[in-house]
């Protein structure tokens, strides 16, 4: 039977301990009065609504998926989705970290990041409801009009109305500056939208009582490419006078994906013909107002992987202290049974320890990253603004990819734990190797994600965003470099940093002469810039669980083990891709098309 605990104790280690989120909060005017034992609460409460309410729906809704009827074009969600859905809204938890000006509660996004890790975990199909109407609301907040703000964000901040992102179309996936749905002016202010979308997350659905759709469309005087591309808020139902969802608008569903996972979020094929839309921000900017959306989305891919590997790992150690499978090699272990729990083999150890260390990691960096948005957004001091808005933006891909990317390693990893019963449906282990596939696909593929890094994010700038986080690893290393029980983590750390910052530079000079050397090495390029990330974040923890191991909370031992093997085991990896990236394009370019 599958399970899912909240892991309360290490969310208050990274939170508390580590990154001290109290003290940095209350630099923040907004949070001065905030406390850890609030921030406990907070996320104590939501573990239990996740375990209680959202994972015992987990399976079920995995079996039944969505329902689609062709003759009202209508989508009914997985039983017992919508209930959740009003018990999630009824206890506040859209609202969250919203702007208390719209009727948000104002908390930190440290705790909305941590809030979607275990929601995750949860219910990764039902999350991503909520979780669109949060880029939403995000969207509308950095372009949307005055009216527009005042009338449609108090009513996705109390879930009422959700929201999507519709982008892709049949003919064009991340290469947007190809879609073709046109937006007609009309005399009263409003657009004309027509076209057709694919993939569009909870395009419909019977949760909520509208939907606005966020939607991509050229104008009539629109110049080719991504330069043409406005942006326009589309609800499924056209408010009233009072406000209230009046007449059906012109965006339907016209069928909803047979899927690989995710089977109970409707991803639908949506069809606007003449929709009724209002345009978002200016004419010809939509991409770079549909860029906060994207964003948000790209670190909710990353948490929607981190939650998974938690929830696998956990399914997969409990399993593995019971499943009894011959004796260690070393001698029995447990005598009285016929067998040894399968526990005690090394290599069953090694597949638990890459998804803990994968979901250790992660846990830290997300909660790090997330805590730069609440300096970006809300720090006094300008420079501080700058500095988390540049490391923001550095490691937004690496979160994407680097955690969708490690999900699906672990949580292949956990099911391979339960051996031939890991494939059987009723434990629930392949259904989080089917969901965790499609986030290293959607919100950008890994791939661009790793072009974005490296072309855009570092060697645009010439490596300014870049140098900032290694300042952080460098001060970390100088603090540490005389003490003797740190030299395992600090000597590896240093040295990846140093080559990094090598292969950084040959592949400056090597992308200037011929781009496609940049394309070539950025997929291997993300993974080495994330391990130095997970090491960087590794070594603090490890730092931690030094000093704390003598007051035999069995919490720290558990911790630096973890951070011994991610160093041992995980971490060796950066010395393939650093190959990988520095073996150049000519062995990927030069076999003609016609030869594969």
Request: glycine fraction near 8%; proline fraction near 5%.
């Amino acid at each position: 039977m599958a399970q899912y605990t909240p892991p309360l104790r290490d969310l208050q280690f990274v939170m508390h301990e580590l990154l001290n989120v109290e003290a940095e909060l209350r630099k923040l005017p907004p949070h001065a009065d905030i406390d850890a034992e609030t921030i406990d609460q907070v996320v104590e409460e939501m573990g239990k609504f996740c375990s209680r309410v959202l994972f015992p729906l987990n399976h079920s809704g995995d079996r039944e998926g969505c329902h689609y009827d062709p003759a009202t074009q209508a989508v009914t969600t997985p039983k017992g989705y919508k209930e959740a859905y009003q018990q999630y809204i009824e206890a506040g938890w859209p609202s969250l970290a919203c702007d208390p000006e719209f009727g948000g509660q104002g908390l930190p996004h440290v705790m909305s990041s941590v809030m979607l890790e275990m929601l995750n975990s949860a219910n990764q199909a039902w999350t991503m409801y909520p979780g669109l109407s949060h880029g939403a609301y995000a969207c509308l907040r950095a372009h949307g009009t005055p009216e527009q703000k005042a009338f449609y964000l108090p009513r996705l901040i109390a879930g009422e109305w959700m929201g999507t992102m519709c982008l892709t179309e049949p003919h064009c996936g991340t290469d947007l500056g190809l879609l073709r749905s046109k937006a007609e002016p009309q005399a009263d202010g409003s657009y004309r939208i027509s076209g057709a979308k694919i993939f569009i997350s909870a395009g419909e659905h019977d949760m909520a009582a509208n939907i606005v759709h966020l939607v991509l469309a050229r104008l009539p005087d629109a110049p080719a490419g991504t330069r043409g591309i406005s942006l326009f808020l589309v609800p499924k139902f056209l408010p009233d006078a009072n406000g209230n969802p009046g007449a059906r608008n012109a965006i339907s569903c016209g069928a909803i994906e047979e899927k690989m996972g995710i089977h109970g979020n409707a991803t639908c094929q949506m069809n606007l013909d003449g929709a009724t839309g209002w345009i978002i921000g200016e004419p010809h900017k939509g991409l770079n107002a549909m860029f906060v959306m994207m964003n948000e989305a790209r670190l909710g891919v990353g948490l929607q992987s981190l939650g998974l590997t938690e929830v696998a790992y956990q399914n997969a150690v409990a399993y593995a202290r019971e499943r009894i499978q011959m004796r260690s090699l070393s001698g029995a272990k447990a005598p009285e049974q016929a067998a040894d729990p399968i526990i005690v083999h090394p290599d069953v150890r090694r597949m638990l320890l890459t998804a803990r260390a994968y979901a250790e990691g992660g846990r830290a960096f997300t909660t790090f990253v997330s805590l730069q948005a609440d300096l970006e957004t809300k720090h006094p001091d300008a420079a501080v603004r700058e500095e988390a808005a540049d490391l923001l933006a550095l490691l937004t891909p690496i979160v994407k990819a680097f955690l969708t990317d490690n999900g699906w390693v672990a949580t292949s990893e956990a099911l391979q734990v339960f051996g031939g019963h890991g494939y059987i449906a009723e434990n629930g282990m392949e259904q989080y190797v089917r969901d965790a596939r499609i986030n290293m696909i959607y919100e950008g593929t890994n791939t661009i994600q790793s072009l974005d890094l490296l072309a855009r994010k570092i060697l645009m700038d010439g490596g300014a965003k870049l140098q900032k986080f290694g300042a952080r690893v460098q001060a970390f290393i100088a603090e540490n470099a005389g003490d003797e029980s740190m030299k395992e983590f600090i000597e590896p750390l240093a040295e990846l940093g140093d080559k990094l910052t090598k292969l950084t530079m040959e592949l400056g000079m090597k992308a200037m002469q011929n781009p496609d050397e940049a394309g070539a090495a950025a997929v291997p390029y993300l993974r080495v810039a994330g391990h130095l990330v997970y090491a960087w974040l590794f070594a603090r923890m490890a730092k931690i669980a030094l000093e704390k191991q003598g007051s035999g909370d069995a919490f720290y031992k558990a911790k630096l083990a973890t951070a011994r093997f991610y160093y041992a085991r995980l971490l060796p990896e950066t010395a393939m891709l650093i190959r990988q990236a520095r073996s150049g394009a000519a062995c990927l370019i030069d076999l003609e098309a016609e030869l594969f």
